[in-house]
């Protein structure tokens, strides 16, 4: 008789045991309300066999790894499949480069300023070429004036008197 109902209360421990784990529709919403109190955005979870898989877009990798890491807390999800994906960098800013006519421009603009004349300026590519002639003490002034026109190089051909 002891047997029996030891017997007995092993089974029904046995099946209030099995009966007593959260199935896949509460692991799902306990690990969606974990990434809502993580406040994690963008972010989906569906979950079976215990197994919660991640999808969406994120803004970076701490993002994911928070959200796998909070969906991993939750008590009865057995592993994470993480496919969540993280958003494309925005491109590199495009550096503004002025066109040649602007270059020209300005610094013969520059060179006028310091009352000289006589100075050719031609421009191909951001790359600056002087020829013409310039007094020997005005040659820095003119060099300088180059220069502040935001160029890739300037080539001194002029002839120093």
């Not at 963008?42 to 994911?64: S, Y």
């Not at 300023?113 to 020997?136: C, F, H, M, Q, R």
Request: glycine residues 8%.
């Amino acid at each position: 008789m002891k047997v029996k109902i030891f017997t007995i209360l092993a089974f029904a421990a046995l099946l209030l045991s099995a009966c007593g784990g959260k199935s896949d529709t509460d692991l799902q919403k306990a690990a969606s309300e974990k990434l809502s109190a993580e406040k994690v955005a963008g972010v989906n979870v569906a979950v079976k066999d215990g197994v919660a898989t991640l999808t969406g877009e994120v803004a970076d990798i701490t993002v994911k790894n928070k959200a796998a890491s909070a969906v991993k807390g939750v008590e009865g999800i057995k592993s994470v499949d993480d496919k969540t994906t993280t958003k494309p960098l925005p491109p590199p800013p495009v550096e503004k480069v002025q066109s040649d006519p602007m270059i020209k421009g300005t610094i013969e603009e520059g060179i006028k300023k310091l009352g000289l004349s006589g100075i050719n300026v031609a421009v191909a590519d951001g790359e600056v070429t002087l020829t013409g002639t310039v007094p020997k003490d005005r040659l820095a002034e003119v060099m300088k004036a180059a220069m502040e026109a935001d160029i890739k190089h300037v080539n001194n051909k002029l002839t120093v008197k």
